[in-house]
Each structure stands twice: as C-alpha cells, then as structure tokens.
C-alpha cells in the first residue's frame, strides 16, 4: 500500500528539502529507506530491482545532493551528541548509497554519472583529503567502498577509473 500511494516517490522528495529547516524530514526519508531495505522480504522485491526502482526514481541523485550538508553539519557540530548523531546520520546516509550501488547495472552508471560522481562525490572527498577532519577516514573509507563495488561492472569500470583520474 505504500507503494502503490506514491510513498517512495515522497521520501525521494523529502531529500529535495531546504536542510536547515527540515533536518528531521531528510533524516527520516533515509531512515525509512533503509528499513525499507531491511523489510524487502515482506515486499516481495528483491534487493535489486529495488535499488534500481529507487534510482530510477532519483533517490541517488537527491541524496547525494544531501552528503555535503550532512558532512559540514557533522564537521561543524559542537555539542558532543549532536555531532554523534550527525555522524551516525552520515554513516546511514552512505549505507543507502552502498545497498543502491549494490543493484545491477544501470544504478553503477548513474553513480558514475558527472552529477553524482564529479560533482558531489569526488567534491566531498578531495575537500576531505585537502583539509582533513575527524570524518576524514569515515569518507575516505566509503568511497573506495564505492569506487570498489562500481568497478565491478565492466560497463562502469572505465568511466569510474576516468573520473577518478581527473582528481588525482
């Protein structure tokens, strides 16, 4: 029923949300993705196609529009337990993007795409890498997770390996 009323397609549009005035409505959407993903069994969608369903209907490109104000708000916290959410936040935000990277292949090229890759990706690491912070190994880490599971297809292995290149 969530489904068929156009309930995905709502969480995707939470992440489109002003950040700072609607924290509570991305944090949500991510949180109720990733119990999505936990209760596929019940759906009766394998893993896959959902994570292609999701791509296709622009959950990776709005959430890693998000990534960058989720890594500043982390980055910028000052109180010890908002920055504990802020990073357990993170962390599930880049769990989303690792279970959609684990679907076929269409969703490794969308990752692999100039928006996603060049210009949120690779943004987010190199700013990392240049001015290291406590979240440095958390981001270095996913992301050679991710580089890793879109090489994997031989179709993406190639862009990746170019638009890596270009940072380096």
């Known amino acids: 029923m969530f489904i068929s009323n156009q309930g995905l397609q709502i969480l995707i549009e939470f992440l489109n949300l002003n950040y700072d005035e609607n924290k509570d409505l991305i944090m949500l959407a991510v949180d109720s993705v990733l119990v999505i993903y936990d209760d596929q069994t019940n759906l009766q969608i394998p893993a896959e196609d959902l994570s292609v369903i999701l791509t296709r209907m622009g959950l990776l490109e709005n959430l890693v529009q998000v990534l960058p104000k989720l890594v500043s708000n982390t980055e910028n916290s000052t109180n010890g337990a908002e920055q504990a959410s802020a990073e357990k936040f993170l962390e599930k935000a880049f769990d989303v993007i690792q279970l959609l990277l684990n679907g076929n292949q269409e969703v490794k090229v969308r990752f ?29 880490k996913r992301f050679i997770k991710f580089m890793q599971l879109v090489t994997q297809s031989p179709a993406t292995y190639k862009v990746s390996l170019l638009n890596l290149t270009i940072y380096l």
């Open 112 to 140: 692999c795409s100039e928006q996603v890759l060049n210009k949120n990706i690779m943004l987010i690491v190199q700013n990392s890498i240049n001015d290291p912070g406590h979240l440095t190994p958390v981001i270095v």
